[in-house]
């Protein structure tokens, strides 16, 4: 039996197993796919494997599958899950976490109360422009406003890498009747993106605050994607739609406090939770 923990941040829910002293699984995209159903598995976005870290730097490392197998370069709500499990189970006891990831070494502050750990604050690195880090077939330094057709509709997308791709979509309508599930997959699987993209659809709400949807690459709609509401932050800077500085991004899960000043890190904040415990036959 396979030993797991149910965790979220803001709804955006994940299988975490920790392989610190254990083999990882040999399949963890077959077992991402049926752990992940929610039908007939335990019902997640994805799976996520805590693993010794490859180099002196690291306090450990994680390797995230969405649920449809396919393996994600970083998750910023499963990154912060990842330092709330191992802190509050004594595996690594720094308030400051080095991570390894897919998109590299992160840091993160986690703020400690009683021994728990309700709220991390990540420094997810640079945004990343070119069309080369995005995957975009796509000339220029910077994706920014651009006009592409999905399923017969043209958007704008700004187009930003947090170690993984993503494409911002802002919208006049509001968001939460806007067909995310028609729209969302039709600019995931646009032949212009190389490895396919995550997608948000966003509305300004007021004074640096948005009111975001993603269509996550690989696992649909979510109910919040850090790594999104990230670039969505940078998105927002970019088109002088917010000011440089924090910005509060409400998702469907929840908000996300996101510090961005051009030429810097990004950072973001949020709270993680877990579900429950398990097992699953291996």
Excluded at 42 to 54: F, K, M, T
Excluded at 91 to 98: D, Q, S
Excluded at 122 to 130: L, N
């Amino acid at each position: 039996m396979l030993e797991f923990v149910k965790m979220h941040g803001l709804g955006n829910d994940y299988i975490f197993i920790d392989c610190l002293h254990i083999d990882p699984p040999t399949d963890p995209g077959s077992l991402s796919r049926k752990i992940s159903d929610r039908h007939f598995g335990a019902g997640s976005d994805g799976l996520v494997l805590i693993l010794p870290p490859e180099t002196k730097s690291g306090h450990c490392r994680m390797r995230m599958f969405n649920a449809d197998g396919s393996e994600a370069e970083m998750c910023g709500n499963a990154i912060r899950c990842v330092a709330k499990l191992v802190y509050e189970q004594g595996k690594i006891v720094e308030k400051r976490m080095r991570v390894e990831t897919g998109t590299g070494l992160l840091i993160l502050d986690l703020q400690v109360e009683n021994g728990k750990v309700p709220a991390v604050r990540v420094d997810m690195g640079p945004p990343r422009f070119s069309p080369a880090e995005i995957g975009i077939r796509l000339q220029g330094e910077r994706i920014i406003e651009q006009t592409i057709e999905a399923d017969g509709r043209i958007f704008e997308i700004s187009c930003v890498s947090m170690g993984n791709p993503h494409a911002v979509i802002f919208l006049d309508e509001p968001v939460e009747d806007f067909p995310v599930a028609r729209y969302g997959p039709a600019v995931e699987n646009n032949p212009l993106f190389i490895n396919r993209t995550n997608v948000e659809f966003v509305n300004v709400r007021g004074k640096n605050k948005l009111r975001q949807r993603t269509w996550e690459r690989g696992s649909g709609e979510t109910l919040a994607c850090g790594t999104g509401a990230s670039a969505v932050a940078v998105a927002s800077i970019l088109t002088g739609r917010c000011s440089p500085g924090t910005v509060e991004i409400q998702l469907n899960g929840g908000w996300l406090s996101i510090h961005w000043q051009e030429s810097e890190n990004v950072f973001m904040t949020g709270p993680a939770e877990q579900v429950y415990t398990g097992c699953w036959p291996e």
